[in-house]
């Protein structure tokens, strides 16, 4: 747990770049079974990378991707650790 999912009940999730705010509402709330009351969604861009080896430099980028932050209502969690 982080403190902004025991301060605020949020949770953070990694989700498909084509996902919108509905979406991302209805999934939550169908596979964890709470009640989602505000989503918000975050786009981040891949970075170039590039580093120095033996055999010269090798250049790359990291992947883009979208993160969403659900608000569930008060009383509601997800217990992600209960299956381990």
Request: charged share 25%; no cysteine.
């Amino acid at each position: 747990m982080t403190s902004i999912s025991e301060k605020f009940n949020r949770f953070g999730f990694r989700v498909s770049p084509d996902a919108n705010k509905s979406q991302i509402k209805k999934a939550v709330e169908e596979m964890y079974n709470v009640t989602v009351v505000s989503v918000n969604t975050m786009n981040y861009k891949g970075k170039n990378k590039s580093r120095y080896t033996k055999s010269g430099l090798i250049e790359g980028k990291t992947a883009s991707y979208k993160k969403a932050l659900v608000t569930l209502k008060e009383g509601d969690t997800i217990d992600f650790f209960s299956n381990i």
